[in-house]
């Protein structure tokens, strides 16, 4: 059993920056697929960035040199930076762990909103 609290959401005007965090209630250094997805109003939750076979990261396409995963295992923390935001990046963002056998896990979220 993983709880993970997502933080750092908020406001911000297209261009600007934020950086999500997420708190794990495990050591995380055992976890090897982990990343961050978003779920917009009237969307389906989409991948936006992923570290899996604890070596190999990916982007969606349209956050490709925008955003930037992370992690720092000795704080069971998880970090998404994302630089110059847009309106189409406004979406709830939700921290998720897989742990194997069907051992997956999710954040409640925290919300992004992107203005123009």
């Known amino acids: 059993q993983v709880q993970l609290v997502e933080s750092g959401g908020g406001l911000v005007q297209a261009g600007g920056s934020l950086r999500l965090s997420c708190a794990a209630s495990r050591n995380i250094f055992s976890i090897t697929t982990m990343g961050w997805y978003r779920q917009a109003p009237g969307k389906q939750r989409e991948l936006v960035a992923r570290i899996s076979g604890g070596a190999y990261i990916d982007y969606a396409d349209s956050v490709k040199g925008r955003f930037a995963i992370s992690r720092d295992s000795a704080k069971n923390t998880m970090y998404l930076q994302m630089n110059s935001l847009k309106p189409e990046d406004t979406a709830v963002y939700y921290c998720?762990?897989?742990?194997?056998?069907?051992?997956?896990?999710w954040g409640q979220g925290t919300q992004v909103t992107v203005s123009s």
């Open positions: 998720n762990v897989d742990l194997g056998g069907s051992r997956v896990y």
